[in-house]
């Protein structure tokens, strides 16, 4: 139903560009919309579990992304202030064969970018959409220069502020979690062990994991009242950073005694969209689903739902049928993944009594049960979207 067939996707993310890539493998005349005059990621790593990158390997991209950063070795959970281990995932061990990888965001964009392309992708930059029209019998962008571009098909990848879900769904105000988050890169040797460490404390954590390179990734989490903006451009001096931490072991303040430049944003809550999809559009990743970054899924289930979209457009005879699939394959699973993450950061800010037994809990899990401690969440890295029918 894809060949020969024009569409417009918003937005040049990882969302995106997945599902440009995707669409254009299965016949489609793609062409990329993306504001900004370059195809770049803010400097920051993120996960990506074997659930993304099944997608990845089934849209041919499997070298490029062992090229991208490191494969995972381990998980670490470590008492914050003592820097004493809790617990010690061995994914080398108990999970040999999955691929859970450490990408810096540039890279994973370069690559998914060089992919687009190379199945025939255009992409169009500085294309600032200030409104979708979706009223007339196709969608109209307008943009921020005064024009309007007509689509046939519309697919909406324009992220959290998305401009596509607020014409399909009207504009939901986010709440406001009260936990803000740093990003920051700091050096590494590539040589250290390919583990991803959390850090716990009271009321914040930090996780922390070599991207290859060079680099290590820093995301910090504390909880506040006062209130920050949602935006990944707003810059902070590395000395506030510091000062929440400064209470934790060396290892810690040594990365942070490192920072130079970080990234602060408020982290808040957003509903899954109800509506997906009209007649001639349909939306995915952020602008469908927002999540906390407390499972590191948020790419990850950008990708998914590119691969099902993808499919349903290229399978079912009709539009409507194939988006309405789409929506039903995906709603369920990306609403438990939001609310999966919406609990999580709970278990890593423990105090007192219940952080104590917390953390006994899960030493004698790590010692005993370490099968069973990591396969609490195989139903989110042990899906293969890729292998999924009907």
Same mark, same amino acid.
């Given at each position: 139903?894809?060949?020969?067939?024009?569409?417009?996707?918003?937005?040049?993310?990882?969302? +995106? *560009?997945?599902? !440009?890539?995707?669409? /254009?493998?299965?016949? =489609? %005349?793609?062409?990329? #919309?993306?504001?900004? &005059?370059?195809?770049?990621?803010?400097?920051?790593?993120?996960?990506?579990?074997?659930?993304?990158?099944?997608?990845?390997?089934?849209? +041919? *991209?499997?070298? !490029?992304?062992?090229? /991208?950063?490191?494969? =995972? %070795?381990?998980?670490? #959970?470590?008492?914050? &202030?003592?820097?004493?281990?809790?617990?010690?995932?061995?994914?080398?061990?108990?999970?040999?064969?999955?691929?859970?990888?450490?990408?810096?965001?540039?890279?994973?964009?370069?690559?998914?970018?060089?992919? =687009?392309?190379?199945?025939?992708?255009?992409?169009?930059?500085?294309?600032?959409?200030?409104?979708?029209?979706?009223?007339?019998?196709?969608?109209?962008?307008?943009?921020?220069?005064?024009?309007?571009?007509?689509?046939?098909?519309?697919?909406?990848?324009?992220?959290?502020?998305?401009?596509?879900?607020?014409?399909?769904?009207?504009?939901?105000?986010?709440?406001?979690?009260?936990?803000?988050?740093?990003?920051?890169?700091?050096?590494?040797?590539?040589?250290?062990?390919?583990?991803?460490?959390?850090?716990?404390?009271?009321?914040?954590?930090?996780?922390?994991?070599?991207?290859?390179?060079?680099?290590?990734?820093?995301?910090?989490?504390?909880?506040?009242?006062?209130?920050?903006?949602?935006?990944?451009?707003?810059?902070?001096?590395?000395?506030?950073?510091?000062?929440?931490?400064?209470?934790?072991?060396?290892?810690?303040?040594?990365?942070?005694?490192?920072?130079?430049?970080?990234?602060?944003?408020?982290?808040?809550?957003?509903?899954?969209?109800?509506?997906?999809?009209?007649?001639?559009?349909?939306?995915?990743?952020?602008?469908?689903?927002?999540?906390?970054?407390?499972?590191?899924?948020?790419?990850?289930?950008?990708?998914?739902?590119?691969?099902?979209?993808?499919?349903?457009?290229?399978?079912?005879?009709?539009?409507?049928?194939?988006?309405?699939?789409?929506?039903?394959?995906?709603?369920?699973?990306?609403?438990?993944?939001?609310?999966?993450?919406?609990?999580?950061?709970?278990?890593?800010?423990?105090?007192?009594?219940?952080?104590?037994?917390?953390?006994?809990?899960?030493?004698?899990?790590?010692?005993?049960?370490?099968?069973?401690?990591?396969?609490?969440?195989?139903?989110?890295?042990?899906?293969?979207?890729?292998?999924?029918?009907?």
């Amino acid at each position: 139903m894809l060949i020969g067939r024009k569409v417009t996707v918003l937005g040049a993310g990882i969302a +995106g *560009l997945t599902v !440009a890539r995707a669409l /254009a493998m299965r016949g =489609a %005349e793609v062409e990329v #919309l993306e504001q900004a &005059e370059a195809i770049r990621e803010v400097g920051a790593g993120l996960q990506v579990s074997p659930n993304g990158a099944a997608v990845l390997r089934a849209l +041919g *991209l499997g070298k !490029a992304l062992e090229a /991208a950063g490191p494969r =995972a %070795e381990a998980v670490r #959970l470590v008492d914050g &202030e003592t820097g004493s281990q809790v617990a010690r995932l061995d994914m080398a061990r108990l999970r040999p064969d999955a691929d859970y990888h450490f990408v810096h965001r540039a890279r994973l964009i370069e690559l998914l970018a060089d992919g =687009a392309r190379e199945a025939g992708v255009k992409i169009r930059l500085l294309q600032q959409i200030e409104r979708v029209d979706l009223s007339g019998p196709h969608p109209v962008l307008h943009t921020k220069q005064g024009a309007e571009i007509e689509t046939d098909l519309l697919i909406g990848a324009d992220g959290l502020n998305s401009k596509t879900r607020e014409a399909l769904n009207g504009r939901v105000a986010p709440f406001f979690t009260h936990q803000v988050a740093w990003r920051a890169l700091v050096p590494c040797d590539d040589s250290e062990p390919k583990i991803a460490q959390v850090f716990m404390g009271a009321g914040k954590h930090l996780v922390s994991y070599p991207l290859g390179r060079g680099l290590r990734n820093v995301v910090a989490v504390e909880e506040r009242h006062r209130w920050v903006e949602e935006s990944w451009a707003l810059e902070d001096d590395p000395i506030n950073l510091r000062t929440a931490f400064e209470d934790f072991c060396p290892t810690v303040r040594g990365w942070l005694d490192q920072v130079e430049k970080v990234n602060l944003w408020g982290l808040f809550r957003h509903p899954v969209a109800e509506r997906w999809f009209a007649p001639g559009v349909a939306i995915l990743g952020d602008a469908a689903h927002p999540t906390l970054p407390f499972l590191a899924q948020g790419a990850v289930m950008a990708m998914e739902d590119a691969w099902v979209l993808a499919e349903a457009l290229a399978n079912y005879e009709t539009d409507e049928v194939a988006f309405a699939a789409y929506q039903e394959a995906r709603w369920d699973r990306c609403d438990q993944i939001v609310t999966a993450a919406n609990k999580n950061a709970r278990n890593y800010h423990l105090s007192g009594a219940p952080r104590t037994f917390g953390h006994l809990a899960l030493r004698a899990a790590s010692r005993f049960t370490p099968e069973r401690l990591v396969g609490r969440f195989d139903w989110i890295y042990g899906y293969d979207v890729t292998q999924q029918t009907g």
